[in-house]
């Protein structure tokens, strides 16, 4: 089992900065990959930003050259967003996942982020 408790969501004008952070606990030494996704209303959840316990990162297209996702140990991942633009608006959660026999995927309880035009 893994527990996921984000941090650093909020209002912020377009063009901004935030930055976001996600401490695990549990399993930590399970995870392979951490990473954040978002979602708003009507939606499917989409990725954001992923990194697997090697430091290889995955981005979204529409996030490339804007964001950043890092990982300092095996249990704290954080998501640098910079150029905010209103599109970015969206409640942000935090994923962990573990490969095995399954994929097991956990999730933090979100925070919302909001970029103001």
């Known amino acids: 089992q893994v527990q996921l408790v984000e941090s650093g969501g909020g209002l912020v004008q377009a063009g901004g900065s935030l930055r976001l952070s996600c401490a695990a606990s549990?399993?930590?030494?399970?995870?392979?990959?951490m990473g954040w996704y978002r979602q708003v209303p009507g939606k499917q959840r989409e990725l954001v930003a992923a990194?697997?316990?090697?430091?290889?990162t995955n981005y979204a297209d529409s996030v490339k050259g804007r964001f950043t996702i890092s990982r300092d140990n095996a249990k704290n991942v954080a998501l640098q967003m910079n150029s905010l633009k209103p599109e970015d608006t969206a409640v942000y959660y935090c994923n962990a996942r573990i490969y095995g026999a399954l994929i097991l995927d956990y999730w933090g309880q979100g925070t919302q982020v909001t970029v103001s035009s």
């Open positions: 990194i697997t316990s090697l430091g290889s």
């Open positions: 549990g399993s930590i030494f399970s995870i392979n990959a």
